[in-house]
T-cell receptor, first 112, second 115 residues
Framework: QKEVEQNSGPLSVPEGAIASLNCTYS??????FFWYRQYSGKSPELIMF????GDKEDGRFTAQLNKASQYVSLLIRDSQPSDSATYLCAVSRPGTASKLTFGTGTRLQVTL | NAGVTQTPKFRILKIGQSMTLQCTQDMNHNYMYWYRQDPGMGLKLIYY???????DKGEVPNGYNVSRSTTEDFPLRLELAAPSQTSVYFC??????????????FGPGTRLTVT
């Protein structure tokens, strides 16, 4: 079992729709969860992080965390073609120098 | 602030050659990291450092070495390059966390090809 699992996609959504990206993790000691966006040929860019169960909203992005189910998701509302990228989920546990374990990413395509 | 900078952007090495990938950050972050990213494989941690003079191995350290003489710089050394080291290399930094973990900020990457 991979430590952090994501569906590789591509996930295709029409412009203006909600994109839902999912991530599961195996380490119950994980307490910090991050979503990065990576455009082709570019470096990962932090979108959001979440530490507590529930939802965290930032503009068009909402991160959702359910530690009991070991599940974290990212919702993108009003998806735009510029949102087309690979989204990386990363998790970390305390006392590990903020080391991140990454999933392999989900490729999102927003179609016109 | 320039953030995290990496040089070179691209490099082609012959098998058996050596090189150093440079990484510098100007955010006064204590924590720094080196990752490699292979197509479809996600990012794998090579080495990390929690401060000047302190380094430790990550998930895939074989064939690499690092040093951390200053807070700002964290170079990655490849000795005796092999085709398996063809990858994109990212350096990242993070502020220290008193509890929990903090976000990492990535440099633009170095695309390395070993032939």
């Amino acid at each position: 079992q991979k430590e952090v699992e994501q569906n590789s996609g591509p996930l295709s959504v029409p412009e203006g729709a909600i994109a839902s990206l999912n991530c599961t993790y195996s380490d119950r000691g994980s307490q910090s969860f991050f979503w990065y966006r990576q455009y082709s040929g570019k470096s990962p860019e932090l979108i959001m992080f979440i530490y507590s169960n529930g939802d965290k909203e930032d503009g068009r992005f909402t991160a959702q965390l359910n530690k009991a189910s070991q599940y974290v998701s990212l919702l993108i509302r009003d998806s735009q073609p510029s949102d087309s990228a690979t989204y990386l989920c990363a998790v970390s546990r305390p006392g590990t120098a903020s080391k991140l374990t990454f999933g392999t990413g989900t490729r999102l395509q927003v179609t016109l | 602030n320039a953030g995290v900078t990496q040089t070179p952007k691209f490099r082609i090495l012959k098998i058996g050659q050596s090189m150093t990938l440079q990484c510098t950050q100007d955010m006064n972050h204590n924590y720094m990291y080196w990752y490699r990213q292979d197509p479809g494989m996600g990012l794998k941690l090579i080495y990390y450092s929690v401060g000047a003079g302190i380094t430790d191995k990550g998930e895939v350290p074989n064939g690499y070495n690092v040093s951390r003489s200053t807070t700002e710089d964290f170079p990655l050394r490849l000795e005796l390059a092999a085709p398996s080291q063809t990858s994109v290399y990212f350096c990242a930094s993070s502020p220290p966390g008193t509890s929990g973990s903090y976000e990492q900020y990535f440099g633009p990457g170095t695309r390395l090809t070993v032939t």
